[in-house]
């Protein structure tokens, strides 16, 4: 069966590849990801990753009142290339070619970024990971995951969150929330709603780029996604 989007980007967080005990990375539970992304691969869906690096280190968070944000946010870049180089090992350790390309110069173990390059990897079935999110502090990595898929093209954005989509408040806090099918992002954006980052919403609008937000509890999301299953919100 064909999969509904022939190339996608998907976001995945870095608190989504830590372990429950203290681990930074869980990889058994970056093993059942990838074998997912696999199975996506021989559907003949073209996939890029943006990896986050919470699970390491956050700069808006780990570093607010204790150092310069410019600096805090690029201790977050290279939290990113670390997931972006265990991500990569796993899936190629199941027979997945893969290139990892960060957008600050780290050319010992990884490509730097360039557009063209990308789209060529993609082309040619491998898997293209993006590193050091926009490569710019005060961005996050959902606005690199947007922003990546508006350059390579992809027809929509993953977003693998620890929320199963986009609520009408915080359904932890307010048991009567409601989850959203779809949305726009000017509503997303009007609601103040915080599922994903505000600049993402921006250029997800500006650029007509579909969003589509769900939990990754259940790595099968993203099969289910791909393929063209309800899961999550959709935002477009």
Not at 71 to 89: C, E, K, P, Q, Y
Not at 138 to 149: M, P, W
Not at 153 to 165: Q, R, T
Request: with cysteine; net charge neutral.
């Amino acid at each position: 069966m064909p999969a509904m989007y022939k190339r996608v980007l998907i976001k995945i967080s870095g608190e989504a590849i830590a372990g429950n005990d203290c681990e930074v990375l869980d990889f058994a539970v970056i093993g059942k990801i990838c074998d997912v992304l696999k199975r996506c691969l021989d559907t003949g869906t073209q996939i890029a990753l943006v990896l986050g690096g919470g699970n390491i280190w956050r700069g808006l968070k780990d570093g607010t009142g204790k150092m310069d944000r410019s600096r805090a946010d690029h201790m977050g870049m290279l939290a990113t290339a670390i997931n972006s180089l265990a991500v990569a090992d796993v899936l190629e350790s199941r027979g997945v070619e893969v290139r990892v390309q960060t957008a600050i110069e780290m050319r010992a173990f990884a490509e730097p970024y360039v557009r063209l390059r990308a789209i060529s990897h993609l082309t040619n079935g491998k898997v293209v990971v993006f590193g050091c999110g926009t490569g710019n502090p005060y961005f996050s990595t959902d606005t690199a995951a947007v922003l990546r898929g508006a350059e390579i093209n992809a027809d929509i954005v993953l977003l693998a969150k620890n929320v199963d989509g986009v609520y009408t408040d915080d359904p932890k806090k307010n048991p009567d929330a409601r989850k959203y099918e779809t949305l726009s992002p000017g509503d997303f954006l009007r609601d103040n709603l915080a599922a994903m980052d505000a600049t993402a919403a921006s250029l997800s609008r500006d650029n007509s780029i579909p969003v589509l937000l769900f939990a990754l509890s259940d790595p099968e999301n993203i099969y289910r996604a791909i393929m063209g299953e309800k899961v999550g919100t959709l935002v477009r």
